[in-house]
């Protein structure tokens, strides 16, 4: 059952309708304990805009479009009207959001690995990097 995010309650929850805005519709829940109404937070929480537009603002940026042109062009397809502050925030929220997630797993290795070592010389002196290759 989902716990209520005002008294931790999960046994005394149910669901109540429905919450449309801008960005979609939501299941609405109600917590008898507590007798108060809440919506599960999907990580959009008091977000304007679609998490669709947001994902794609946030993709946009990492394949190395810069904010400004982030932002003109969400104007030109009508996506929506957004400036490039809010894609900034939003990459910063979400970059964070993505890393606390993936430090949680690590990878696991599988069969064998070739390095190869290879050394640079910097500012005369001799720096060494290894090279994985499977």
């Known amino acids: 059952m989902i716990k209520c995010p005002y008294c931790s309650s999960a046994d005394r929850t149910w ?8 960005s979609g519709k939501k299941q609405n829940w109600w917590c008898n304990s ?7 937070d999907d990580g959009f929480w008091k977000m304007k805009h679609r998490p669709e537009v947001i994902a794609e603002a946030c993709s946009s940026y990492k ?3 810069s ?6 062009h969400f104007k030109e ?3 929506a009207d957004i400036c490039s502050a809010t894609v900034y925030n939003w990459v910063q929220k ?3 959001m993505t890393k606390k997630f993936t430090d949680k797993f690590t990878p696991k290795i599988l069969g064998r690995m070739h390095l190869d070592e290879v050394i640079v010389n910097v500012r005369e002196k001799k720096r060494v ?6």
């Open 77 to 79: 397809y009508d996506k």
């Open 94 to 96: 979400y970059s964070r």
């Open 129 to 134: 990097s290894l090279e994985s290759k499977r």
């Open 15 to 22: 669901r109540k309708g429905w919450r449309y805005n801008a």
């Open 34 to 40: 507590c007798e108060r109404r809440f919506t599960i």
């Open 67 to 72: 904010f400004n042109a982030v932002s003109k």
């Open 63 to 65: 394949r190395g479009m």
